[in-house]
């Protein structure tokens, strides 16, 4: 499961970096679909992971704002503050679908496994947005494809943290 979060990052970078293409208007713009803009579907998917690793670590979530990270360097750079904890914690967690977490944003209670996966797919789905609107832009979408990125052979946060 390391390996995915691995990936979403790696795509997540690479859609940064893609994004210095578009000018703020564009990144600022409501589309349909998604949280409404790149930018905020960008806050949208660090804010979604940083909250329910939290809650599987049994921290209270910290409310981020998306004004205080309404750029592209505010958004780089808050995802790349929460990776270390993120990348420490997974890579000592016995993954487990016996114990059950429940958040302040749902009643349900789910299993640790249960949030891992939503984390990977949930960032995985709003990539997909974000192909679309590349398209919409004329722009070419940054690749989904797990095959040939060798995630596994390149260093990672997971490896820095074992």
């Known amino acids: ?13 690479e859609w940064f970096s ?13 589309r349909t679909g998604g949280m409404s803009s790149i930018l905020q579907t960008f806050f949208h998917i660090i804010d979604v ?10 921290k209270q979530d910290i409310v981020l704002s ?19 904890e993120i990348a420490d914690f997974l890579s000592h967690l016995n993954f487990s679908n016996k ?11 789910y299993t640790e496994a ?8 949930h960032e995985i789905h709003h990539i997909g947005q974000l192909s679309i609107w590349a398209r919409e832009v004329n722009k070419q979408p940054i690749s989904s494809h797990y095959v040939g990125r060798n995630i596994k052979d390149i ?7 074992n």
């Open 49 to 58: 992971e940083y909250s329910w690793i939290r809650a599987i670590q049994g």
């Open 66 to 84: 998306f004004e205080e990270h309404d750029t592209l360097e505010k958004l780089q750079a808050l995802s790349s503050a929460h990776r270390p």
């Open 99 to 109: 114990r059950y977490v429940t958040v302040p944003w749902d009643s349900t209670s």
């Open 155 to 161: 260093p990672s946060y997971f490896s820095k943290n």
């Open 114 to 121: 249960d949030i891992l996966h939503h984390i990977i797919i």
């Open 1 to 13: 499961m390391i390996h995915f979060f691995e990936y979403n990052w790696q795509v997540r970078d």
């Open 18 to 30: 893609w994004c210095y293409q578009l000018s703020r208007e564009e990144l600022l713009k409501k």
